[in-house]
């Protein structure tokens, strides 16, 4: 790539460096200034090896030095990080990551479709995707006017941890096989959307679509929104490996890890809430059309906010303060 070029591409993100590192009042967090100091040193060793006597390069040394004094002047943890993450620094940092969010909607969109329509023409697909033990059971319950009584089986603190346990599980599965290429990721959620769309279209034909809907999506707002979101991160890891861009291919590989690990994080504490609603709340059947509505409504209200709405705030009040000094 030719100096000019590598400038063009590079130059308002290592502006934006610039920025972050001189305001002393801007409270960068740690992990945010070790990105930068990565993406900084990967930048600093690309322009060394094409154009080691440019001023390109000193420029990059001195922005790189800035960072890792920054890194270690701030080495010491807030005692409130764990708050911050959640609350600052994770919104912040998934605003850039928006368009793997949306393709892995897309993908688990399609993939459900996928599966109502096999259902419906094919009536066995659904034996062959949930199970005969299961349909013979929910076909049971339903004869017996309680369609929905598989969620009343297990007692329900073993059901809030054995659902707990397994969500987290696909998550992880779905963030890791994204180490495929994405290849993996977009196989989980094809699986995970096939069995959602077929399980749908199996009480839709057995004219209990409203009843499955308002008890299921009462903690499967969160769990689907959730898994969709490792499938996010799973994507993220994939993109990596393919566009490494102006990194090392092994640099990238590392950052992708590191950012798809920290989305995986911020859906633990969602499929604990999923996992809570199953085990204890999805159980009630008899509740209200309104409670059910209620619930569902501010469970995907919740995941609106706090995984589209809140990062774009966050990005606008950034991109402000920063023109303001």
């Not at 640099?251 to 633990?268: H, P, R, Y």
Request: hydrophobic residues 45%; proline residues 2%; aromatic residues 14%.
């Amino acid at each position: 790539m030719r100096e000019a070029a590598f400038i063009k591409q590079n130059k308002d993100k290592w502006l934006r460096f610039e920025s972050l590192l001189q305001n002393k009042n801007n409270r960068v967090p740690a992990e945010q200034l070790s990105d930068i100091y990565i993406e900084v040193s990967d930048h600093l060793s690309y322009s060394k090896t094409f154009y080691p006597k440019s001023n390109t390069t000193t420029y990059l040394n001195q922005l790189a030095a800035s960072a890792h004094q920054r890194i270690y002047k701030n080495k010491k943890e807030s005692q409130n990080r764990f708050i911050t993450f959640f609350t600052k620094e994770f919104p912040l940092f998934f605003y850039n990551f928006q368009k793997q969010l949306l393709l892995s909607f897309l993908i688990f969109g399609l993939f459900s479709a996928v599966g109502a329509f096999s259902a419906a023409s094919d009536h066995t697909f659904v034996r062959g995707i949930l199970g005969d033990a299961y349909v013979n059971m929910t076909l049971q319950n339903i004869a017996e006017g309680d369609p929905m009584a598989v969620y009343k089986k297990m007692a329900a603190t073993d059901m809030f941890l054995g659902i707990t346990i397994n969500n987290i599980r696909v998550s992880l599965m779905a963030f890791s096989m994204g180490v495929l290429a994405g290849i993996g990721t977009v196989f989980i959620l094809m699986q995970n959307a096939i069995m959602l769309g077929s399980f749908q279209y199996f009480f839709y034909e057995q004219g209990l679509l409203w009843e499955s809907a308002r008890t299921i999506w009462i903690h499967g707002t969160i769990e689907i929104s959730v898994i969709i979101i490792a499938g996010c991160a799973g994507l993220v890891l994939g993109k990596s490996i393919l566009f490494p861009g102006t990194y090392t291919r092994l640099n990238s590989f590392t950052k992708g890890v590191k950012d798809g690990l920290k989305i995986v994080i911020s859906t633990v504490p969602f499929f604990i809430i999923a996992g809570f609603l199953e085990g204890f709340v999805t159980r009630q059947t008899q509740m209200p059309d309104w409670l059910a509505i209620l619930i569902i409504g501010s469970s995907l209200a919740l995941i609106l906010f706090y995984y589209i709405f809140y990062p774009h705030i966050l990005h606008k009040k950034q991109i402000h303060e920063a023109r303001l000094h």
